[in-house]
């Protein structure tokens, strides 16, 4: 894999994201990336909310 870094997390992060795997091979990095796009999803439409509801 070209680009790979080593990240350290808690154990108990570890645990948490195991916890939501969409399936057993799933890679931490695909959980995690697929959080961080439900994370921009979220702040977009907040963004959007505030803006119109002025």
Avoid: A, N, P
């Avoid at 890679?27 to 961080?36: A, F, G, K, N, R």
């Avoid at 994370?39 to 959007?48: C, E, F, R, Y």
């Amino acid at each position: 894999m070209k680009g790979v870094t080593t990240i350290q997390l808690r154990k108990s992060v570890v645990e948490e994201l195991k916890s939501i795997k969409k399936y057993h091979r799933e890679t931490y990095d695909e959980v995690i990336s697929e959080l961080i796009k439900v994370l921009i999803k979220k702040v977009s439409m907040m963004s959007l909310f505030i803006k119109y509801s002025k």
